[in-house]
């Protein structure tokens, strides 16, 4: 798995929205990704009022869903708050988190999005092409995409279609009865039904993904405990 950073890193937001153009038509959201991995990885960042960033990472093996490995780092986001740019402010410390691990993930979901983004290149993608890693972003909450509420159904593996104008960016997905839908969209080397099966899969009690739920507390872990 590559975690160092083949390219210059943009120090304002003209350079960073000019990598993202150069570095989407490099993106396949074709899959078809891996079927039936073992090991897969959720990724989450958790940030102080100072700038510091705390990442996480936490191997699964889906068979058990116990975790097999993780990994946090601590930094000063090197990149100013500005939606649409956040994969700035935390890739830097993801890959150093990632660089720690023993064992190489056949997947990793974020906590974000891939194509479900203003510039079609969310920080799903940006990791995926930079790992090689098939990459998918699974979020709280929409931030490029609609859906019609309508369409969704109540039960545990209804979905429906992330619209942005005429284009399908992700699906929200029901992985719970009658809980709110996440929103999932492909970071790179996989495809939407695969990307959705996988998180589908990894959340059989809860509305997030054990590699989401795991990560985000142990992130806010590594968080306070860099502030001792």
């Known amino acids: 798995m590559q975690t160092q950073v083949p390219y ?81 402010r935390e890739l830097p410390v993801l890959l150093t988190a990632l660089e720690s691990l023993r064992v190489t993930p056949e997947v990793l979901l974020c906590d974000g999005h891939g194509l479900a983004h203003p510039r079609r290149f969310g920080l799903a993608c940006h990791l995926g092409l930079i790992t090689g890693v098939p990459a998918v972003g699974v979020a709280k909450t929409p931030f490029t995409g609609v859906y019609d509420p309508a369409s969704l159904g109540p039960r545990r593996g209804d979905h429906a279609d992330l619209l942005d104008g005429s284009e399908t960016v992700g699906r929200a997905l029901r992985t719970q009865p009658g809980v709110k839908p996440v929103h999932v969209s492909t970071g790179h080397l996989i495809d939407l039904d695969t990307a959705c099966r996988h998180v589908l899969s990894l959340a059989p009690k809860y509305r997030l993904p054990e590699t989401t739920r795991l990560a985000d507390r142990l992130s806010r872990d590594a968080l306070r405990a860099a502030r001792t």
Do not use: C, K, M, N
């Not at 937001?13 to 990885?41: F, N, W």
């Open 8 to 88: 210059t890193w943009p120090q304002d937001e003209r350079e960073a929205i000019a990598l993202q153009e150069r570095l989407r038509p490099l993106v396949d959201h074709t899959g078809p990704g891996p079927q039936h991995p073992r090991l897969v990885a959720g990724l989450d960042v958790a940030y102080s009022e100072t700038d510091r960033v705390a990442a996480a990472v936490v191997v699964i093996d889906t068979a058990t869903l116990a975790p097999v490995e993780q990994a946090t780092a601590v930094a000063t986001a090197p990149f100013p708050y500005i939606p649409g740019l956040f994969a700035f």
